[in-house]
């Protein structure tokens, strides 16, 4: 595989999961500069050795980015210029995402139930805060985090909200059924997104989803990021989940199809170093 680095132009980071019998998940780079330039195998290619089972996601923090390799129960910590390992954060319960706080503080959601408060000057774990089951993606809000709790191998409807002043549970909001997703808009607002099908745009101002979908098709996409430089919506099909998946680009004005190009094996999110 040749590694293109440093890929120029803007940089979009997508993570793979391969299979759960497989190793070898790795992060792609995709050059949206002059043409498109896809790296691969970052990690691998860096260390010399694997990175894991099943890389869940990848988040960027005080130029480090935060592999969480869910099936190996670890976080792999890069420099994210060079992607030279730092530190492995082991021991982790099926880690699922990771969110940082501040210069000394971040906080990893994990399949046991909790979310974990870790120290980012020796990446140790302060502490752990009880969640609903399954807890994911994160979002910080004030003083206050915002916790998905998808329902992991159950089943759960809420999303935990906790205290990061003192490390302590806040409450339990009640949402629609298995929540997948959480972001914030410009406004403020907290958005979930919950079980269903099909993909809606619509206004931040608007009160009433829109009833025709902006993409619509067959394909069953399974990640989904937006470039805010280009406009354009990225998604990803894992295909049987066994072979190299595809990702798409999509116009995000109109939804119309600008291109596509093959990747790893269940890709699954984005990062754009914008």
């Known amino acids: 595989m040749i590694i293109i680095h440093p890929v120029p132009g803007p940089i979009v980071y997508l993570s793979s999961m391969k299979g759960l019998s497989r190793q070898g998940a790795d992060p792609s780079a995709l050059s949206t500069g002059k043409g498109l330039e896809v790296a691969h195998d970052l990690f691998e290619t860096a260390n010399g050795?694997?990175?894991?089972?099943?890389?869940?996601?990848?988040?960027?923090?005080?130029?480090?980015?935060?592999?969480?390799?869910?099936?190996?129960?670890?976080?792999?910590?890069?420099?994210?210029?060079?992607?030279?390992?730092?530190?492995?954060?082991?021991?982790?319960t099926l880690p699922r995402y990771f969110i940082g706080f501040d210069e000394d503080k971040g906080y990893v959601s994990c399949w046991d139930s909790t979310v974990k408060v870790m120290n980012l000057r020796d990446y140790s774990i302060i502490t752990s805060i009880q969640t609903g089951n399954g807890p994911d993606e994160m979002i910080l809000a004030g003083d206050q985090l915002f916790v998905i709790n998808s329902g992991g191998f159950g089943v759960d409807s809420t999303v935990s909200i906790i205290q990061t002043n003192d490390e302590e549970p806040f409450g339990l909001l009640e949402v629609g059924h298995r929540p997948s997703g959480i972001q914030k808009d410009v406004n403020g607002k907290i958005w979930v997104l919950c079980s269903g099908k099909g993909w809606n745009g619509f206004p931040v101002s608007a009160s009433l989803l829109n009833t025709q979908p902006l993409i619509s098709g067959n394909t069953m996409f399974y990640g989904l990021g937006y470039d805010k430089v280009t406009k354009m919506i990225f998604a990803t099909d894992p295909l049987d989940y066994a072979q190299n998946g595809w990702v798409y680009r999509f116009n995000a004005l109109d939804g119309t199809p600008v291109d596509s190009f093959l990747v790893g094996i269940i890709p699954n999110g984005f990062w754009f170093n914008q």
Not at 65 to 77: D, H, L, P, Y
């Open 49 to 92: 050795r694997p990175l894991g089972n099943i890389v869940q996601s990848m988040t960027v923090h005080q130029d480090k980015a935060f592999i969480v390799v869910n099936n190996s129960n670890k976080i792999e910590v890069v420099n994210l210029d060079d992607f030279k390992s730092v530190t492995t954060i082991e021991n982790l």
